[in-house]
């Protein structure tokens, strides 16, 4: 019987897997949570065989989840569930160490599938991921990299990541609300990141900020 521990901030996802893994021979759900540091503590007590778990969390970030569990307890399997699918990200994310990576989009059967291999000690990658992986192989000099973003997107970028409002952003720049939000509409999409804090991440990481600056 495989153990397994769901961390996905939003319920209807959560429970949409929770209810999944219930339904499956040989796995047991043993607990679920919302929060990232909440799920984290709980993994260290629990020790399941496998966690699944989202990257954008509250309270503790996927990626920080998969570096203490992969330190602390190297036994533990680990499927990350993500609608973020840049290539940089899924780069990261091999990188650490994942056993797998379902893309949200993903069917039911799909999800599915990649628990079963990856309680079973395999590895799996969603269609879409591999789609990503292919192009990597393919194409090894594209890069999510702060490049394909114009001048003033990065001044925008740098701004967002240090706390301005849309509002300070345009003062700042002395352009409208409505280009500033279009300009970060733009990054958004660009660096496929969608919120505050995931610009402020990539933003420290490429040295367009200092952490905690």
């Known amino acids: 019987m495989t153990r397994i521990f769901v961390i996905e901030d939003q319920t209807v996802l959560r429970e949409l897997v929770c209810r999944l893994i ?52 190297p036994e533990t399997r680990i499927m990350i569930f993500s609608g973020y699918s840049s290539r940089e990200r899924v780069q990261t994310v091999l990188r650490s160490g994942v056993d797998g990576i ?7 059967e799909e999800l599915e599938k990649g628990i079963q291999k990856v309680a079973a000690g395999e590895s799996y990658m969603s ?13 090894p000099d594209k890069t999510d990299t702060p490049n394909k973003l114009t001048a003033r997107e990065r001044e ?24 500033a939000d279009t300009h970060r509409s733009r990054i958004m999409q660009k660096l496929d990141i969608h919120d505050v804090a995931g610009l402020t991440r990539f933003a420290i990481q ?8």
Do not use: W
Not at 127 to 139: H, Y
């Open 102 to 108: 379902i893309h949200k989009n993903a069917s039911i």
């Open 22 to 73: 219930e339904d499956m021979p040989s796995m047991e759900l043993i607990g679920s949570s919302g929060d990232g540091r909440e799920g984290y503590e709980t993994c260290l007590k629990l020790k399941p065989d496998l966690v699944v778990v989202d990257l954008m969390l509250p309270g503790l970030n996927g990626m920080e989840i998969v570096h203490q569990l992969k330190h602390h307890q």
């Open 127 to 139: 269609s879409e991921i591999m789609t990503i992986l292919r192009d990597i192989m393919l194409f």
């Open 206 to 213: 490429h040295g367009i900020i200092e952490a905690g600056g």
């Open 156 to 179: 925008v970028l740098q701004l967002v990541a240090e706390g301005c409002t849309t509002k300070e952003i345009a003062s700042r720049l002395n352009v409208s609300v409505k280009t």
